[in-house]
């Protein structure tokens, strides 16, 4: 995967991010950052099927700039829409008086975007709407410079985590001055900085 290719890979991620499933986008991310490519677009396409989720001509077009055959079939079955759908989730800044305990998590994910060199650390829960695909939960936004690998500072973190605590949470990677997706967009609004670089 050359580097066009590999930034065309960030891209879909970031574009897909509150569509698909957590975990899935999780794997993809992964697996694209590992230089499995094939299983990562496996992974991508079958999952767009199987959830019914619809892509915008300009998703498909990124998708086939991927595949080794720009007429694959797996692509000609996902749907396609005019437009991207509106986020199914409102967020917050706090969570409900259940929401599980963040702060530990807070601590990891922050020391960890530090090393990557992040520059601020945001947290904001997530509610879903009835047509969403994820649960409730907490969503940590990375901010990052521009230039930034966005896939390796994603895995850094969410690898950390794992193996610090034995937690998965939603991590969403931005970059500085880039042109959030809705579904980040709408979640950097409400989230709440839990750290900065000095």
Not at 4 to 28: H, I, K, M, N
Not at 67 to 91: K, Q
């Amino acid at each position: 995967m050359d580097q066009l290719q590999y930034a065309t890979a960030t891209e879909v991620c970031r574009r897909l991010a509150g569509r698909l499933p957590d975990d899935v986008v999780s794997v993809v991310q992964s697996q694209f950052f590992a230089g499995e490519e094939e299983m990562a677009l496996s992974s991508l396409l079958l999952n767009l099927q199987y959830e019914g989720i619809g892509i915008t001509e300009e998703e498909a077009e990124l998708i086939r700039a991927l595949l080794d055959d720009p007429h694959d079939p797996e692509l000609a079955e996902v749907a396609v829409v005019d437009a991207a759908p509106t986020p199914a989730y409102r967020f917050s800044p706090t969570g409900p008086a259940d929401a599980p305990d963040p702060a530990a998590a807070d601590r990891v994910i922050a020391a960890e975007a530090a090393t990557a060199g992040g520059r601020r650390v945001r947290r904001v829960w997530r509610e879903p709407l009835p047509d969403a695909t994820n649960p409730a939960t907490w969503v940590y936004l990375v901010q990052v410079p521009q230039g930034a690998d966005e896939l390796r500072t994603y895995s850094a973190i969410s690898s950390r985590l794992w193996v610090t605590r034995q937690e998965k949470w939603p991590i969403e990677v931005v970059v500085e001055g880039r042109l959030l997706p809705a579904y980040q967009a709408a979640a950097a609004t409400a989230a709440h900085q839990i750290w900065a670089a000095a």
